[in-house]
């Protein structure tokens, strides 16, 4: 395969893919789930986890908005997709709510965590999904690192690895 580009060969798609991509992350639909998340929780543990997530998606909203105005893409794009997730993101939040307004909390945070983990696994699809996209839209020199070769799979700025927990 010549070293053409996604982003030259499909400008709609990835259009498309970063609008319901931007959504989700950039325009604050994860921190607004993480919010609720983190009134349902009992476990101190838990707790600093997902306080860890919502760091770790603040830092996601403000990476994919620089990469979609490095590349020239408006975030504010509306597709059919991305009313989709807004409704999804909005299902999960109003989940938690209604768990807490139950008023036993450790159910509250059972469906937190069902909720967080929905969420997070969509978050990561959408990062392995972009990291293809780059990958096949950049060009780099032999030898240098693919973007998911970090040692957590994913951008090093968002991702650092994990420490072991003994």
């Excluded at 010549?2 to 639909?29: C, E, I, P, W, Y």
């Excluded at 780059?134 to 040692?151: D, F, L, M, Q, V």
Aim: charged share 30%; hydrophobic share 35%; net charge negative.
């Amino acid at each position: 395969m010549k070293a053409t580009t996604v982003l030259k060969n499909d400008h709609a798609a990835v259009q498309k893919l970063f609008a319901d991509f931007s959504h989700t992350t950039a325009r604050g639909a994860g921190s607004r789930s993480m919010r609720p998340a983190l009134k349902c929780v009992v476990n101190e543990h838990l707790k600093g986890e997902w306080e860890e997530y919502l760091e770790q998606t603040r830092k996601h909203e403000q990476v994919v908005l620089e990469v979609m105005e490095k590349v020239g893409l408006d975030p504010e794009t509306e597709t059919p997709g991305r009313e989709v997730v807004r409704h999804i993101g909005e299902s999960l939040v109003k989940a938690m709510e209604m768990a807490l307004e139950a008023g036993r909390p450790e159910a509250a945070q059972i469906v937190a965590c069902e909720c967080v983990v929905l969420a997070e696994t969509k978050d990561h699809l959408n990062w392995e999904l972009i990291h293809e996209v780059a990958e096949k839209s950049i060009t780099r020199p032999a030898g240098a690192a693919s973007y998911g070769s970090s040692p957590s799979g994913c951008l090093p700025c968002c991702h650092p690895p994990k420490k072991s927990r003994k």
